[in-house]
């Protein structure tokens, strides 16, 4: 039986959502350790101002492929982009590509989603679900398609508290949604959209859920896999520790952790937190591409790509290493210093907010004013509490997820391929990951430089030394307002400080003693 390698060699592969966060580490991927890869066709949407070509040739420059760039200089000729528009029917690929592409293809990754939580429903589903029919259709006409690959979300049912490798009936008919959507107004759909997404939390997880019961319904035409990431994370070990280019998910939070600027997160600090590395989820999707063309088993096949059940790591432990990662390494011109908590209290939550959140930037902001300059830091918070709005729904509960697929396409791989496409998430070192985590977000998302470490802690030290100094001032106001007014209150301070006398002057004769 073919390597992983050897099976790519020679393929021609198409992917979609390329220029996202894992379709660029899926192309690095199967570019270094598949180098014998035929072609890789990339769909590309042209943005206003830049052209397709200009688009990936920036892609290209991204320190992301730099070991590739080591390898093979030319690695650029094996990238083909194709024009192509999710929104639009056929998906706006034109009809010469649409030839080529038949005649040609051999894999298909379909990572291209819109992953925002809040996206209007109509738009989810366009961009989620019809989108991905139409690529079905497309595929169906290729002569010499061997495998199609889509990535879902392991949340796609989480109203279900325990997830089996199997695709779960949607919650609608998908195409008597779509039918039913076409004539209504935004208006309309946004009113309606509560009653339709029922116990999910938003429109992204209802029609991820849709998108798998589309793709189902095409098992018995050709070659398919879901792969269903948890919430997809830096990279673990490729290219390099720590490679990050968002804010989406943890990543922002993290920074605004490590910013000094969130300082409260509502959360369970006993639930485990199910991150997964994006190059575990691009090794899995790679090894079941080649396992799905080799084997063609006769259903879909379901990965559920998690870490809870094998090697889980909760909230309250993430919280504790952030802080000390962004401590030990921490973020340029930092707000305070990083200080965030974990509560599941709502009440304990919305005191924090108001003390520590608000307050500070209505101070801060009428800095700004006074100085003539634009207030900002109240529109920075109220952006940062809806997004961790958003998050709050996932960080506040578990799931149990079956990962018997996983464990079998495990044991079909040779040793070689095992440890060139790792998703072995139990050799995972979470406090060394979580740091390279932090780090990755300094370097590759801020563009921060690791030289400028020691004048970070000299900023994180004059941080401190306001607070000291702000709190010494807050207690002798305190002490002046309202002790030096009271009799009561001045014979209460002087006996606590008395105590505090007393107790440091035991405390110097016993060290006295003892030496």
């Avoid at 929104?87 to 590509?97: K, Q, V």
């Avoid at 673990?236 to 000094?260: C, H, L, R, T, Y």
């Avoid at 301070?493 to 007393?502: A, D, N, Q, R, T």
Wanted: aromatic content about 10%; proline content about 5%; glycine content about 4%.
């Amino acid at each position: 039986m073919a390597s992983i390698p050897e099976f790519y060699a020679g393929k021609n592969v198409l992917i979609t959502g390329a220029t996202g966060f894992m379709g660029k580490v899926l192309l690095e991927k199967l570019l270094r350790s598949c180098p014998e890869v035929k072609a890789l066709y990339i769909l590309v949407r042209p943005k206003a101002g830049q052209s397709m070509q200009q688009r990936v040739s920036d892609m290209m420059t991204c320190k992301l492929f730099d070991r590739v760039r080591e390898d093979n200089p030319d690695f650029h000729q094996k990238i083909i982009p194709i024009s192509s528009e999710l929104t639009l029917p056929g998906l706006a690929i034109s009809p010469e590509d649409v030839e080529r592409l038949t005649a040609c293809i051999n894999v298909i990754f379909h990572c291209a989603a819109t992953i925002r939580f809040d996206e209007p429903l109509k738009h989810a589903l366009q961009l989620n679900v019809i989108a991905t029919q139409q690529l079905l259709g497309l595929a169906q006409q290729m002569h010499h398609l061997e495998a199609f690959i889509h990535i879902s979300t392991a949340y796609a049912n989480c109203n279900r508290k325990h997830i089996d490798e199997v695709i779960y009936p949607p919650p609608v008919e998908p195409k008597k949604l779509i039918e039913s959507l076409e004539w209504m107004d935004d208006g309309m759909v946004r009113d309606i959209t509560p009653r339709l997404i029922g116990d999910r939390p938003n429109t992204y997880t209802y029609t991820k859920a849709l998108a798998e019961c589309v793709v189902q319904q095409e098992q018995d035409k050709l070659n398919i896999a879901i792969i269903r990431p948890s919430i997809v994370g830096a990279s673990w070990q490729e290219p390099f520790p720590g490679w990050i280019d968002n804010f989406n998910g943890p990543s922002g939070v993290f920074i605004a952790a490590g910013k000094g600027i969130l300082r409260t997160m509502r959360a369970n600090n006993d639930a485990v937190a199910d991150l997964i590395p994006v190059d575990v989820v691009i090794n899995l999707t790679l090894a079941a591409g080649w396992y799905t063309a080799v084997h063609r088993p006769k259903t879909a096949m379901v990965y559920n790509c998690t870490t809870g059940g094998t090697n889980p790591f909760h909230w309250g432990e993430i919280e504790h290493h952030v802080m000390s990662s962004f401590k030990r390494n921490p973020l340029e011109q930092a707000f305070r210093r990083p200080n965030a908590n974990i509560t599941s209290n709502y009440l304990i939550n919305q005191y924090w907010i108001l003390v520590s959140h608000k307050f500070p930037a209505l101070i801060y902001d009428l800095f700004l004013r006074f100085t003539g300059q634009k207030p900002q830091m109240m529109r920075i918070f109220n952006r940062l509490h809806k997004a961790i709005g958003l998050l709050e729904y996932f960080s506040s509960q578990d799931w149990e997820w079956n990962s018997d697929n996983l464990s079998m396409l495990m044991s079909q791989l040779t040793p070689e391929d095992k440890k060139t496409f790792n998703f072995d998430v139990r050799q995972l070192n979470w406090p060394e990951y979580i740091e390279n985590y932090c780090i990755g977000t300094k370097k590759y998302v801020l563009n921060e430089d690791m030289s400028d470490i020691p004048a970070a802690r000299q900023h994180l030290r004059k941080l401190r030394n306001i607070r000291y100094t702000f709190n010494t001032v807050l207690v002798v106001f305190i002490w002046r307002v309202f002790i030096a007014r009271s009799q009561m209150a001045r014979n209460i301070w002087y006996f606590v400080v008395s105590l505090c006398f007393k107790f440091l002057s035991y405390f110097r004769a016993s060290s006295t003693l003892t030496n």
